[in-house]
């Protein structure tokens, strides 16, 4: 089946689907966006999704492109055009499209606003946190502002990149104190050999997960122990689990930092039971 776009207004083939040479996203990465997960139909936690587009325009001074109704219509249409039952939704908003010129544009340049949408195999995903994946870590080389969800993404892809060339399916940035911020496109945990779950506290140093957020929910219904800390790469490699998470990834337990076997290389009790019972504390929507 061929996939629909949403750009600026109209609903386009993929393959048409495009946005002008001189959009500001394009030329200076002048924009925000969200990823969320679709579960059988329905947006996973798409209130908190909207929530933080808000929180990220307000930080780089930028208006909503539409009312949060007509958005949540534009989504709901995307998902249906492109009959998406399990996958996820990307949303972007970019400053729109004037004369190149590092200030803002002129007041009244329309935001440029792209929605796309796209079938992934949960079958699969399963399957792969059922094995666990391998991170690798690399110096945070970020700037201060990573609480704003901003397409501005070069150090996560150099990143990426570079963990994906030995084998890792996720980086881990680490800051100049030798602790881990994020991955570098989602957030991570340690289990500590007493029991803790860790994770770095959601101030500026670190996006502010939505499944974090939920996660953390989940912890704490199911009386587990959270500490919301930093923590060090060493602590990491004596953790009993490790894992991440993010919407593409909801929970996803690591097996190997560094080349480095955790616990016993196995995805540990923690990160299954909170993979597993996830949806309940998410918002599941209509
Ligand atoms: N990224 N940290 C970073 C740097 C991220 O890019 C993401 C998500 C997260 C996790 O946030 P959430 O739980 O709200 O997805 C943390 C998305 C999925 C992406 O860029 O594809």
């Not at 800390?229 to 990834?249: G, M």
Request: glycine letters at 8%; a positive charge.
């Amino acid at each position: 089946m061929s996939r629909v776009a949403y750009v600026n207004g109209r609903y386009l083939p993929h393959a048409q689907a495009k946005v002008h040479i001189e959009d500001r996203g394009y030329q200076f990465a002048d924009g925000v966006y969200e990823v969320c997960e679709v579960r059988e139909g329905r947006l996973v936690d798409e209130r908190r999704h909207l929530e933080r587009l808000d929180r990220s325009l307000a930080e780089i001074g930028m208006q909503r492109p539409m009312s949060p109704a007509a958005l949540r219509v534009v989504l709901r249409e995307t998902l249906r055009r492109n009959r998406v039952h399990d996958g996820l939704l990307y949303l972007q908003v970019t400053r729109g499209v004037a004369p190149r010129d590092h200030g803002f544009p002129p007041p009244g340049t329309r935001p440029s606003i792209v929605v796309t949408a796209k079938s992934t195999d949960r079958a699969k995903a399963d399957a792969l946190a059922e094995a666990g994946v391998a991170v690798m870590t690399v110096p945070e080389n970020r700037w201060e502002r990573v609480d704003i969800k901003t397409v501005a993404l070069l150090p996560n892809v150099l990143a990426r990149q570079a963990a994906r060339a030995k084998g890792a399916r996720e980086a881990w940035f680490v800051d100049k104190d030798g602790f881990v911020t994020e991955g570098s496109s989602s957030n991570a945990w340690i289990v500590t050999a007493d029991g803790a779950i860790v994770t770095r506290p959601a101030t500026p140093g670190i996006l502010k997960g939505i499944t974090r957020t939920v996660a953390l929910e989940v912890a704490a219904k199911q009386g587990l122990r959270v500490e919301e800390r930093p923590f060090s790469v060493a602590e990491a490699l004596k953790a009993r689990e490790a894992f991440l998470t993010a919407a593409t990834q909801i929970v996803m337990p690591v097996v190997r930092i560094d080349g480095q076997q955790i616990g016993d290389g196995r995805p540990g009790p923690v990160a299954q039971a909170l993979r597993a019972h996830f949806h309940e504390s998410a918002e599941v929507g209509l």
